[in-house]
């Protein structure tokens, strides 16, 4: 009765058999198999964290190329679209309308685009599984169509009564709004280097005011540079309010982060500005002095059309990049990396416009530059905390008997 027996299924399992008492040959069973899955525990415990960690990385590798993809689109789309919009008026063109429109007319060229990758999610998490109605979203894109349409427009009057490199400087004031938005609409955190950069901006735009523009290329009368300031102003909170109203319908309402969201959130709002300001091109009457327009325009006719073309391409592309960055940080974000911009287009602006810059005007790119890489510097730390976060928190596998045990 009290004898053993050692019977070997294969070369790595043993089974010990007590033939004597039944609870015996339950137990080495059981000290046998636990061995085993003691040994495999040992090489999951090895291999799990090391691939998580390569996943994590390949996943960030993944964020900042896309990152700096959409940051691209934002910093040379915007500021060339900005060039070409003064230019525009600098050689003849007088409708402001038609400097609405094309900042909004282009979406057409991504209909292709949409259509052939509408069933791929090139970012797949949802935040929610409820779906909005067709009424709700309705809402939605009308309401923020027509904000972009009159946001694009009083853009266009900035750009018509100011020079370009004070134009620029001012739209850094943008992110100031959207931050005072933000803070309200999305629960934003202001941290110190924020209050910094908001102070900076806000202190840069102000000091414009006090420019006097007699002595740059555009000679411009006191009240149509107050008329240009304001609606630059203006535009620059509205700019502001739709980063923060996009990123919250993107929580709130949309509540899905697919590429075929974003699509729609960018196709469906620009359908409607579009709409808008087709209307009021032709309420207007500007459309009547189109033509003579094009006759007159003193690069000529082939100049004019690239023109307006290529400026509706360029601004489809800042679009697509800002709506991106909203997608992958936030509506601050994006408007942070736009205001990267406020260097380049002053500088192209002296050189392709003979813009001066000077005195005050020089101060306040100053400090447009300080303020920006100020909130740029927080983002890198909010996005260096959170990796550290992630990685602190890494679940550790458990063994299967202790799984039978609970």
Known sequence: MG???EVQLSPETIFTIHMGEPQEVQLSVIEANGAKETNSLEDNSFCGPMNESAIRKKKRYYRWLRLVIHSALVLVCGSVAVLLGRLYYEKGGKSKWMGT????????????????????????????PNQPSASMLAFVYVSIG????????????????LPVSTYSLICSSQLA?????????NSLKFTPYIINSLVLLTISSTLLVFQNESSDSTQISKKKYVIGFICTVAASAGYGLWLSLTQLAFKKVLKRETFKVVM????????????ATLVGLFASGEWNGLKSEMKEYEMGKASYLLNLTSTAILWQLFTIGCVGLIFEVSSLFANAISALGVPIVPMLAVVFFHDKMHGIKAI???????????????QYLDDTKSENRNTSHVPKASSPLEEVHR
Do not use: R
């Not at 282009?106 to 292709?112: K, M, T, V």
């Not at 709004?177 to 609409?185: E, K, V, W």
């Open 146 to 161: 027509l904000l972009v349409a009159l946001d694009c427009y009083l853009y266009s009057v900035g750009l018509w009564y």
């Open 3 to 5: 004898e053993t027996q």
């Open 177 to 185: 709004f959207n931050a005072f938005f933000s803070y309200f609409l």
């Open 101 to 128: 429109l094309v900042q909004l007319a282009g979406f057409p060229i991504q209909l292709p685009y949409y259509f052939i990758s509408a069933t791929k999610n090139l970012t797949t998490n949802s935040i929610h």
């Open 364 to 378: 306040s790119m100053i400090l447009a530059i300080w303020g920006i890489i100020s909130y740029v510097y927080q």
């Open 264 to 275: 729609d959130m960018i196709i469906y709002q620009s359908l409607v500005a579009t709409c």
